[in-house]
């Protein structure tokens, strides 16, 4: 399956800014099951300085600054992606949750150093005591680790509404507890959360989802914008993604940007200004199919 997606940041301020740095991870990743074949970022106003990197994470990021006065900013983002159906491991034949959980407290055997980086706190999440009682009943004794993951994202989307006017990038977790409503965001944080609460790594995902769904098959929740889902760790196999948000394991609908311990590891677009007042900023993603 291939995809040509479009994506669109547009900021507006209410008064000139002066200078105005910005990182942006907007490159597909490679993976296994997925090859970005086509990508570029066209700028308005064009920078007056441009470099790319790769993060800790092997995200590929683009750092740039504008040092003119503007009022206005347009990046976007255009890709080509291939995606292969991958293998998944049956749920009912992953090892124990509670043996996984074992395996990444100390000491933590070498070829696990990796996923032992999500296994803890990180910028905007703590695992706190709520989040293991939320995900306790996911995880009695002897469950099989991907099996609790599947019923947590079951439990995230049946007890959670999905509501673009109940948050916002800055809504900490403990209010979306409260509020029992949110967007994927707020539910990849939540899932994320949960898992390292019972000591098992999980990471925070940024992607899209396909725009317009195949005939006869409901439009998915999150599709406007950049989406976020969660990867659970099942050793001998390696990350399996879930999405909370529409209560499934990804498919190829689903398309990976970026991925990290939560949303401050891979915002789309971020970044730091001189001036400007007051903003507003508009994001538009399109996700087409290319059949054939």
């Known amino acids: 399956m ?30 296994d099951t997925q090859r970005c074949l086509e990508f570029g970022i066209t700028y ?76 803890f706190r990180s910028p905007l999440l703590t695992p706190e005591p709520v989040m293991r009682d939320l995900a306790a009943p996911c995880f009695p004794k002897g469950r099989p680790v991907l099996a609790g993951a599947a019923a947590l994202c079951s439990l995230i989307h049946r007890d959670f509404a999905f509501d673009p006017k109940a948050t916002s990038v800055t809504t900490p977790l403990e209010e979306v ?12 944080h ?25 005939p006869g098959k409901p439009r998915l929740q999150g599709v406007d914008a950049s989406h976020a889902w969660v990867s659970c760790f099942v050793p001998g196999f390696g990350w399996v993604d879930f999405d909370p948000t529409n209560n499934c394991f990804t498919s190829l609908d689903h398309i990976t940007v970026s991925i990290g311990r939560d949303f401050s590891d891979v915002s789309p677009v971020r970044g730091i200004i001189t001036g400007g007042g007051e903003h507003t900023v508009g994001v538009g993603v399109d996700v087409e199919p290319i059949e054939g």
């Open 2 to 31: 291939k995809y040509r997606i479009t994506h669109r940041t547009t900021y507006a301020y209410a008064a000139p800014v002066a200078v105005s740095h910005h990182a942006a991870h907007l490159r597909p990743r490679d993976t």
């Open 177 to 188: 507890l409260e509020k029992r409503r949110g967007v994927c965001q707020d539910f990849a």
């Open 44 to 119: 308005d106003p064009r920078p007056d300085l441009t470099t790319e990197h790769t993060d800790s994470f092997g995200n590929r990021v683009a750092c740039f600054s504008i040092q003119q006065l503007h009022t206005r900013f347009e990046i976007t983002s255009r890709s080509l992606v291939s995606i292969a159906a991958g293998l998944r491991p049956e749920p009912q034949q992953t090892p124990p949750w509670e043996s996984v959980a074992v395996m990444f407290r100390d000491p933590v055997a070498v070829d696990l150093l990796d996923p032992c980086q999500f296994v």
């Open 190 to 214: 939540l899932a994320v959360a949960c898992l390292r609460s019972m000591g098992l790594p999980a990471r925070y995902v940024s992607g899209y989802l396909r725009t317009r769904p195949p």
